[in-house]
Antibody
Framework: EVQLVESGGGLVQPGRSLKLSCAAS????????MAWVRQAPKKGLEWVAT????????YYPDSVKGRFTISRDNAKSSLYLQMNSLKSEDTATYYC???????????????WGQGTLVTVSS | DIQMTQSPASLSASLGETVTIECRAS??????LAWYQQKPGKSPQLLIY???SLHTGVPSRFSGSGSGTQYSLKINSLQSEDVASYFC?????????FGGGTKLELK
C-alpha cells in the first residue's frame, strides 16, 4: 500500500523559512517523479513543485519559483520542500503527491499524503 | 498557462440521481486530464486519469469523458459517500493546473 506522510508544518512569521518532509513507502520511491501540491483554507488546489527521479530536474510555477526548493533522498525514500521568504499567501495545507507514471512528470497525481498545515502570520 | 474552468461551482442532488460536472480548458489538452475527489477534512484522491480511465479501486459509477477543451465527470446512482468536492487537473502542459472545484451536496 502506497503511503505518504508529511511533517514539518506549523506557524511561521512572514519572511522566515520552513522545511517540509514527506516519508514514502509501499512503492519504489526512486522510480517516480514526486510533487508538492497546496490548498489554501477553503480554496482550490495549486501545484507547487515537482522533482525528477534522480533529483536532477525540478519544476515550479512562477508563484514560488526562486523561493521554494524541492529535493529528495532516494536512500531514505523521502521528499522535502524548503520554503524561504514566506508570505501570508503561502498559508495552506501542503500535500506530498506521487506522479502516476514512473519516470515522467507529464501525468496525474496518483497518490496523496494527508497534508501538513503551514500558517504564515506575525 | 492553461486555465481550467469547472462548472457548476456547487451542486445539490438526491440519492440515486445521476450527476455531471464539467471542466473546460483554455486550449486543447489532448485528454491530459484527471479528476480528483476530496471528502471533507481529507486529502484529494484520484478518480479518473487520461480523461476516461478509472483509477484502481474507484467504483464503476464514476466515469469520465470528453476531448479537446471540454471534459466531464459523471456519477451514476449517487451515494451518500460521494458527498465531496471534485477537481479537474490538466497535465498536458506545464505548469500543471487545477479547476476551481465543484462542491457536491445531498438534497
Amino acid at each position: 500500500e502506497v503511503q505518504l506522510v508529511e511533517s514539518g508544518g506549523g506557524l511561521v512569521q512572514p519572511g522566515r523559512s520552513l522545511k517540509l518532509s514527506c516519508a514514502a513507502s509501499g512503492f519504489t520511491f526512486s522510480n517516480y517523479y514526486m510533487a508538492w501540491v497546496r490548498q489554501a483554507p477553503k480554496k482550490g488546489l495549486e501545484w507547487v513543485a515537482t522533482i525528477s527521479t534522480s533529483g536532477s530536474r525540478t519544476y515550479y510555477p512562477d508563484s514560488v519559483k526562486g523561493r521554494f526548493t524541492i529535493s529528495r533522498d532516494n536512500a531514505k525514500s523521502s521528499l522535502y520542500l524548503q520554503m524561504n521568504s514566506l508570505k501570508s499567501e503561502d498559508t495552506a495545507t501542503y500535500y506530498c503527491a506521487r506522479h502516476g507514471v514512473s519516470n515522467s512528470p507529464w501525468n496525474w497525481f496518483a497518490y496523496w499524503g494527508q497534508g501538513t498545515l503551514v500558517t504564515v502570520s506575525s | 498557462d492553461i486555465q481550467m474552468t469547472q462548472s457548476p461551482a456547487s451542486l445539490s442532488a438526491s440519492l440515486g440521481e445521476t450527476v455531471t460536472i464539467e471542466c473546460r480548458a483554455s486550449e486543447d489538452i489532448y485528454n491530459g486530464l484527471a479528476w480528483y475527489q476530496q471528502k471533507p477534512g481529507k486529502s484529494p484522491q484520484l478518480l479518473i486519469y487520461n480523461a476516461n480511465s478509472l483509477h484502481t479501486g474507484v467504483p464503476s459509477r464514476f466515469s469520465g469523458s470528453g476531448s479537446g477543451t471540454q471534459y466531464s465527470l459523471k456519477i451514476n446512482s449517487l451515494q451518500s459517500e460521494d458527498v465531496a468536492s471534485y477537481f479537474c487537473q490538466q497535465y498536458y502542459d506545464y505548469p500543471w493546473t487545477f479547476g476551481g472545484g465543484t462542491k457536491l451536496e445531498l438534497k
